[in-house]
């Protein structure tokens, strides 16, 4: 039942995503071509999941909502988002943001999740007894 709920949850944030969550253009990179928004979702009092939410390109009301989740725990879903399958890439080697040709909010709307709380720009609890670096 929790795990319905969150999905839940998180459904609804894509169409009721907070108008101050909603993303200005990047820096040096192409202009979104839809709303996009960036903010949190609360799970509890000390547990925050950030999200991106894009909209469709096609028909944002009636397109799907597909949620992303990278492999973890402890990767990050911007990977996805800026590399794999968001509205912009950043390829390997490169250092510039260019426009995705095939960007998987063509015809659905997007939620890239990152979780567990802790990941990415999600916040958690730290707790001193877990090793939290790349090196263990």
């Not at 096609?58 to 989740?69: E, L, S």
């Not at 990278?70 to 390997?92: K, T, V």
């Amino acid at each position: 039942m929790k795990a319905f709920f969150s999905l839940a949850l998180v459904c609804a944030t894509a169409f009721a995503a907070d108008e101050n969550d909603r993303m200005g253009n990047l820096p040096d990179a192409p202009e979104f071509n839809t709303a996009t928004y960036s903010g949190y979702l609360t799970v509890t009092s000390t547990k925050r999941l950030h999200y991106v939410f894009v909209e469709s390109e096609t028909d944002p009301v009636n397109d799907p909502v597909f949620v992303w989740f990278n492999g973890g725990p402890g990767c990050s879903s911007m990977l996805a988002f800026m590399q794999e399958n968001g509205p912009l890439a950043i390829d390997d080697g490169e250092s510039f943001i260019k426009r995705n040709p095939y960007p998987w909010n063509k015809r659905a709307n997007m939620i890239w999740l990152e979780s567990p709380a802790g990941v990415g720009w999600s916040v958690g609890e730290l707790k001193s007894d877990l090793s939290h670096n790349d090196m263990s």
